[in-house]
T-cell receptor, first 108, second 115 residues
Framework: QKEVEQNSGPLSVPEGAIASLNCTYS??????FFWYRQYSGKSPELIMF????GDKEDGRFTAQLNKASQYVSLLIRDSQPSDSATYLC????????FGQGTTLQVKP | GAVVSQHPSWVICKSGTSVKIECRSL??????MFWYRQFPKQSLMLMAT?????????EQGVEKDKFLINHASLTLSTLTVTSAHPEDSSFYIC???????????FGPGTRLTVT
């Protein structure tokens, strides 16, 4: 079992829709969870981090964490073509472990 | 915000030669830096943890004699790919933890092509 799992996609949504990205992790002791966006040929950029169970909102982005289910998600509201990228879920235990990433395509 | 730089941004070298990649924290000190490798269509894989003043910690399966890491100062870590081969061609990214938080700042990456 991989430590951090994501559906590789691609996930395709129309412009203006909500994109839902999911991630599960295996280490119950993990405390910090991150969502990064990566454009092709570029390094990852941090979108959001979450430490506590529940929801955390920042603009069009909402991160959701459920430690009991070992599940973290990212919702992108009002998706824009510029949101098209690969989204990486990362979990911090003793080190930062990345999932394989989900490719999001937002179609105009 | 804090910035991490990498140099060079891209490099092409011949098989059998060595290549050095620099990672600098520009406005903060980093006693620890991380080196990742990313192959096309794959995620970031942690190669090693660079520790200022001590030996680097390598992940399982990473050859420490091939990927030499030197954390020369609180703002500089270098990764040297020795005797490079075409299969070492990849995107190498470094990161440094933000002081006082769990966030990591990533460098812009170095694209290595070995011919």
């Amino acid at each position: 079992q991989k430590e951090v799992e994501q559906n590789s996609g691609p996930l395709s949504v129309p412009e203006g829709a909500i994109a839902s990205l999911n991630c599960t992790y295996s280490d119950r002791g993990s405390q910090s969870f991150f969502w990064y966006r990566q454009y092709s040929g570029k390094s990852p950029e941090l979108i959001m981090f979450i430490y506590s169970n529940g929801d955390k909102e920042d603009g069009r982005f909402t991160a959701q964490l459920n430690k009991a289910s070992q599940y973290v998600s990212l919702l992108i509201r009002d998706s824009q073509p510029s949101d098209s990228a690969t989204y990486l879920c990362a979990v911090l235990g003793g080190k930062l472990i990345f999932g394989q990433g989900t490719t999001l395509q937002v179609k105009p | 915000g804090a910035v991490v730089s990498q140099h060079p941004s891209w490099v092409i070298c011949k098989s059998g030669t060595s290549v050095k990649i620099e990672c600098r924290s520009l406005d903060f000190q980093a006693t620890t830096m991380f080196w990742y490798r990313q192959f096309p269509k794959q995620s970031l894989m942690l190669m090693a943890t660079s520790n200022e003043g001590s030996k680097a910690t390598y992940e399982q399966g990473v050859e420490k004699d091939k990927f030499l890491i030197n954390h020369a100062s609180l703002t500089l870590s270098t990764l040297t790919v020795t005797s490079a081969h075409p299969e070492d061609s990849s995107f190498y990214i470094c990161s440094a933890p933000s002081p006082g938080s769990y966030e990591q700042y990533f460098g812009p990456g170095t694209r290595l092509t070995v011919t």
